[in-house]
C-alpha cells in the first residue's frame, strides 16, 4: 500500500525535475539569441524614429547602420540616443510611455536638437485592442507626427487631436481612451526632456 502511494509522487518529482532541467537548458542556450533579437528590435525602432531608412531586414545590416549613424548617452538611469551629421548631433531619441487602456504603452520619441520639431514616434510595446486602439503602430498614425512643430506648444501641449484649435494630428477612430493617453504621455515626457536638457520654451 505505502509502496503504490509513494510512486507516483515519485515519478512526478523525477518529471518535474527532468523538464525544468530542459526548461533552464533551453533558457541558457538562447538567451544570447534573444538579447541580439532584443537589441535589433530596439536599433530598428531608432531608426525609424529617426527617419533613417535601412536597406534591408538583416540583423547585420541594420546593426551596421544603427552604428554608423547612432550613438548613446546616459542619463541618469535613461540611455539617450542621438544622431550626428559630421560632428555635430542634430537629434536626440528618448523612451516615453504611459498607461492606456488594456496597459502600459512604450515607446520611443525623437526630436531636433535644437528641440523645435518633433522627428517620428513609434511604439515598442503595448496591449491594446487590434483595429481599435492597436492602431496607433500603424504607419497613418505615426507617420503624421513627422515633423510637427513642437515651437508653438501653450502649457506644453504639443500633440492636439483635430478638429481642436491648434490641432495638428488626427486621433484614431473608436479609441478615444487610447488616442488621449497617448497624446497625454507624449506631451508631458517630450515637455519634461525639454526641460531636462535645457531647451524650455
Same mark, same amino acid.
Given at each position: ?58 540583423? !547585420? ?7 554608423? /549613424?547612432?550613438? !548613446? ?7 539617450? /540616443? ?25 515607446? /520611443? ?51 492636439? /487631436? ?40
Amino acid at each position: 500500500m505505502k509502496k503504490s502511494f509513494s510512486f507516483p509522487i515519485i515519478f512526478m518529482i523525477i518529471i518535474t525535475a527532468f523538464f525544468t532541467l530542459i526548461l533552464a537548458y533551453l533558457n541558457y542556450v538562447t538567451t544570447d539569441a534573444i538579447a541580439f533579437n532584443e537589441e535589433t528590435d530596439l536599433r530598428k525602432t531608432l531608426l525609424y524614429v529617426f527617419d533613417i531608412e535601412v536597406p534591408s531586414e538583416d540583423p !547585420k545590416v541594420i546593426e551596421e547602420v544603427f552604428n554608423q /549613424y547612432v550613438g !548613446k548617452e546616459e542619463t541618469g538611469d535613461e540611455t539617450i /540616443y542621438f544622431i550626428k551629421e559630421g560632428e555635430e548631433i542634430t537629434g536626440y531619441a528618448f523612451p516615453v510611455g504611459g498607461t492606456a487602456l488594456w496597459g502600459t504603452v512604450q515607446g /520611443y520619441v525623437a526630436i531636433s536638437e535644437d528641440y523645435s520639431q518633433l522627428l517620428g514616434i513609434d511604439f515598442v510595446s503595448h496591449s491594446e485592442t487590434p483595429g481599435l486602439g492597436g492602431r496607433i503602430s500603424e504607419d497613418w498614425f505615426k507617420e503624421q507626427f513627422r515633423g510637427l512643430d513642437l515651437t508653438q506648444a501653450q502649457d506644453g501641449q504639443y500633440i492636439i /487631436y483635430k478638429p481642436a484649435p491648434g490641432g495638428n494630428v488626427d486621433a484614431i477612430a473608436g479609441a478615444t481612451q487610447t488616442s488621449n493617453s497617448v497624446s497625454k504621455f507624449l506631451n508631458e515626457d517630450i515637455f519634461e526632456f525639454i526641460n531636462r536638457k535645457g531647451g524650455s520654451r
